[in-house]
């Protein structure tokens, strides 16, 4: 446990090293020009931004966040119960239909009251 | 899985921790993989370049090197020369954060994945999970660089890039629910092994739900939404240049090749061919290549959706798909 711990920093420390070494050779070797038009917002040709872009968001975004949760606990669940299915059998699979059914009731629910439409 | 007895006993002997034993092969074995995946980004991107050009009826890059070979390396070097542009009202660490967060994410799910007999840095008991988990954080940087760029079409395409990948992550772990099934294990060498006969043949159903949504798990066409040229710009890295755009890249074509070679070990067997052992790697690449292939054909064949089709394609026939195959696998397995 405490190996594969240590392998993983490892892993994140050599992939930031990496990343900051790049970005230093790039200040190396870069040529700097300043101007304002450059540092601006790329919009149509505006000089500054019209307006703030960070709006109030559309609701479906929230929807659809809920609904994953929704079903990435369901995914967590399945796994362990897959790994050892071979050896609980028929019952474990009832027992498992049910669960889903219970979660797929409530997608179709969803969707009958037209939560998974994007417009 | 390197640590010998003889080197335990070595750092026993020396006073070395054992952590540092670990810490220090840790390390070789990372820069050994960075180095592995910053060939195969060459490969492919090149590999790319020439694909889109039979398919389109062009050459391709011929100039720089052989047959164009050396383009990558003139694109690193033009995109390291140039300056490092800080958009006037960005948010200072999202911004610098985000492509950071995206290459080093695609870059640590590479650690389970394995390659040949033994040949794996980790071989995780959870490694299905975790190959599955870590790399799919990069939807936290794309947020980051939509929300930090303070320009409307990077934030349009930062919350699309989250409510797709989001979205498909769902059915992408519920299609290979069946093979972990089939193996009784979630380690990847285990489900290689557990491979006589190809999953691809008794996970039909899920081999094409995983295909799918393992394009757009990793946004390429036709689900390149987050990024459509047409409408967005360039979506999230609108406002990116350099480096920082360049570690984007990166990410992207790390997540190809985890994506093609999880699918590899997943439905095509693996490591498993026809020869001694030691040929495993070498039908490895072949089937690798093989999938980044048809990702690449499909890319440049299909037009991309709209963002309302891909919402609906996700939720309404892949989930239902997914949860179908774990059901006949369940029932066919209990009969």
Sequence with gaps: MISEIIYFSVFVAVGLTVVVLM?????????????????SVYECGNIDV???????IKMRYYIFGLLFIIFDVEMIFLFPWAVVFKSLGLVALIEMLVFIMILLLGLLYAWRKGVLKWT | MLTSVELVEFAAKNGIPIWALDASI?????????SLCGLGVIVLVY???????????RLGPTHVGPRGTLQLIADMIKLLSKEDVFPKHADRWLFRLAPALVFIAAFTGLMVIPIGPRLVVQDLNVGLLYVLAIPSIAVAGLIMAGFGSYNKYAMMGGLRAAAQMVSYEVPRALSVIGIVMLAGSAKLSTI?????????????????????????????VPFDMPEAESELV??????????????????????????????VVLFLGGWHGPGPELLGPIWFAIKFFGVVFVIMWVRWTLPRF???????????VLLPLALLNILITGIVMSI
């Excluded at chain 1, 019209?50 to 109030?56: A, K, L, M, N």
């Excluded at chain 2, 709209?306 to 309404?316: A, E, H, N, S």
Aim: glycine share 6%; net charge neutral.
């Design chain 1, 23 to 39: 970005l230093g050779l790039q200040k190396l070797l870069q040529t700097k020009r300043h101007s304002d038009a450059k540092l």
């Design chain 1, 50 to 56: 019209v307006s703030d872009p960070r709006i109030q």
């Design chain 2, 26 to 34: 840790a390390l070789v074995l990372a820069l050994a993989v960075f």
């Design chain 2, 47 to 57: 590999m790319e370049r020439k694909v889109s050009a039979d398919i389109q009826l």
């Design chain 2, 192 to 220: 290689v092994d557990a491979q006589g006969f190809w999953y691809i043949f008794l996970q039909p159903i899920g081999f094409m739900v995983f295909l799918v949504s393992t394009l757009a798990e990793i946004n390429r």
């Design chain 2, 234 to 263: 360039h979506g999230y890295s609108t406002e990116y240049s350099g480096m920082r755009y360049a570690f984007f890249l990166f990410g992207e074509y790390i997540a190809l090749i985890a994506a093609a070679a999880l699918t």
């Design chain 2, 306 to 316: 709209r963002i309302d089709q891909v919402m609906d394609l996700g939720w309404k």
